[in-house]
């Protein structure tokens, strides 16, 4: 089987955030960090090289395959800002306030900060802390 190339890593979330070209983009990804962090008082942490995740949680699959993963996380892509670990199925009455975003396979795509509500997107990220707790 394949080792997992999405670790946590010791690498400067600081220094990734402050790479991102887009300047927008590089705006967001800092906000959402600082968001993530409060939301979750959790510090920030590279997996690989380009999420920053927050927590961590062993998870289990059916097939028995084990592997640790962040609780939450994000990472400012070309197209928009891609947050992991939201629930979006467990949430559908906050999402259903949230704004303009598309999801698929558990991730939320938001282009802009400025398309969703902030407090909404905090109480989602705080939500998927508490169900990933329980």
């Keep these: 089987m394949a080792e997992l190339k999405t670790k ?9 955030l402050a790479s991102v070209e887009d300047k927008g983009r590089r705006e967001d990804a800092i906000a ?8 979750t008082r959790e ?8 999420i920053v995740g927050f ?6 699959y059916e097939s028995g395959r ?10 400012p892509r070309k197209a928009n800002t891609v947050l992991y670990g939201i629930g979006v199925e ?9 704004g303009k975003f598309k999801t698929g396979k558990g991730c939320l795509y938001i282009n802009k900060l400025a398309d969703v509500d902030v ?8 939500g998927a802390m508490k169900n990933a707790k329980s």
């Design 8 to 16: 946590k890593n010791a690498a400067s979330v600081d220094s990734f």
């Design 32 to 39: 959402v960090c600082k968001l993530m962090q409060e939301a």
């Design 43 to 50: 510090k920030p942490a590279m997996w690989g090289s380009a």
């Design 55 to 60: 927590g961590s949680q062993r998870l289990v």
């Design 66 to 75: 084990e592997l640790d993963w962040m609780v939450v996380g994000f990472s």
């Design 90 to 98: 467990k949430q559908a009455e906050l999402l259903a306030k949230l």
């Design 119 to 126: 407090k909404v997107l905090k109480e989602l990220v705080k």
